[in-house]
């Protein structure tokens, strides 16, 4: 499975503030964890934690590429995280709601800060998203738990020296909502689309166990017209492709995260043969749209009111044209890191919420200039 690595990047109309917190902007999908910082670090790789131990090879050719080889050591216990945890391990993608408390979590949470910090001493000012259904749930007893770690961890990172990431600030926010953000500021925090600034926004997030269905009304959100709809998202196109590999291949049963990587590619190679898969997600991803135009059909009745309707996430990206028959005007966010930084559909519209929450980040806590 080939993720973009971790990499210093400047970026654009960015430019961070001398001696202060890093701003950073934190997107923990059930499938992927999401980071961008103000310093332009920036770094992609599955939400996936297995127990740690001695390597004597890693990856082929000597690669020491940080994102394929994510050992990581938090306060002094070994973990292997992302694309290693899937090839040395047996860890699975976890879609457990309660995994926000638990020890993965926050493996995932100090990985994603130590891969994009400059510094062996560093404090972080962080905004981060929690699905809207545990932000309504779940947010209170999310920030105790901050709070109670006393949000500071050693961290070491294959190939860096050990690092003391202190969180000194954080803001929770409903997970979707940090794509309007992207979509209406530039990286100053200033106004950049004042047209979505007003009025009323639907913002649809497609995630791996659920899609996020956020209304917003003048940058507000209105608690009582979002909602979630379950089993709406990238996590049931995966269990059709593997039901589909189990009858078709001799009960080949890979792991849900090289599922993912087929997904993606729209293929599978078995036995050195390559097979074509694209009938098999779109009438899943057809199914799975059809769902959420039912519920937002019941929920957002009046939705030709919205100013815009925005579409998020890496199942967004995947049902986009399905949903599009039914909803001609929706928006694919738009390529926030132009050139190499960030390439190809899945990976923009996977950024969206972690740009917005940067932009959030530097309004709030101040790195501009």
Not at 150 to 162: A, H, P, T, Y
Not at 229 to 248: E, S
Not at 317 to 345: C, N, R, S, W
Request: overall charge neutral.
């Amino acid at each position: 499975m080939n993720m973009h690595a971790a990499r210093l990047r400047q970026l654009p109309g960015f430019e961070p503030g001398e001696g202060k917190n890093l701003t950073v902007g934190l997107d923990i999908g059930f499938g992927y964890v999401k980071v961008v910082a103000g310093n332009g670090r920036w770094a992609l790789f599955p939400s996936i934690v297995g127990e740690g131990r001695e390597l004597h090879i890693l990856s082929g050719f000597g690669s020491n590429d940080p994102i394929d080889n994510l050992v990581v050591d938090v306060d002094g216990r070994r973990y292997f995280v992302g694309n290693l945890a899937l090839r040395e391990t047996e860890a699975e993608l976890d879609i457990d709601p309660d995994k926000i408390f638990n020890i993965d979590f926050e493996v995932l949470v100090y990985t994603a800060l130590a891969l994009v910090s400059d510094k062996s001493d560093q404090d972080v000012n962080i905004y981060l998203g929690l699905p809207i259904n545990f932000y309504r749930t779940q947010k209170a007893r999310f920030e105790d738990k901050l709070r109670a770690h006393q949000m500071s961890r050693f961290v070491k990172i294959l190939g860096q020296d050990v690092r003391l990431i202190r969180i000194g600030n954080f803001e929770i926010f409903p997970q979707a909502g940090g794509a309007i953000f992207n979509q209406i500021l530039d990286f100053r925090s200033e106004v950049r689309t004042p047209r979505l600034a007003r009025g009323k926004i639907g913002i649809i997030d497609g995630g791996t166990k659920t899609t996020d269905c956020i209304y917003m009304e003048d940058l507000k959100f209105v608690d009582q017209r979002s909602f979630s709809v379950n089993d709406g998202g990238t996590h049931k196109i995966l269990m059709d492709i593997r039901d589909f590999l189990m009858k078709n291949f001799d009960h080949y049963y890979p792991r849900l995260a090289e599922v993912d990587q087929m997904l993606r590619e729209r293929k599978v190679e078995v036995k050195g043969k390559v097979y074509d898969l694209s009938s098999v997600i779109d009438a899943s991803a057809s199914r799975v749209a059809r769902k959420i135009v039912r519920e937002i059909a019941a929920k957002w009745p009046n939705h030709m009111e919205f100013r815009a309707m925005i579409l998020v996430g890496g199942g967004g990206y995947v049902m986009h044209p399905f949903l599009k028959e039914i909803f001609p005007d929706i928006l694919l966010v738009q390529d926030e890191f132009e050139g190499e930084a960030v390439t190809g559909g899945w990976n923009v519209i996977q950024f969206a919420n972690a740009l917005g929450f940067l932009k959030l980040a530097v309004m709030r806590y101040g790195e501009k200039k």
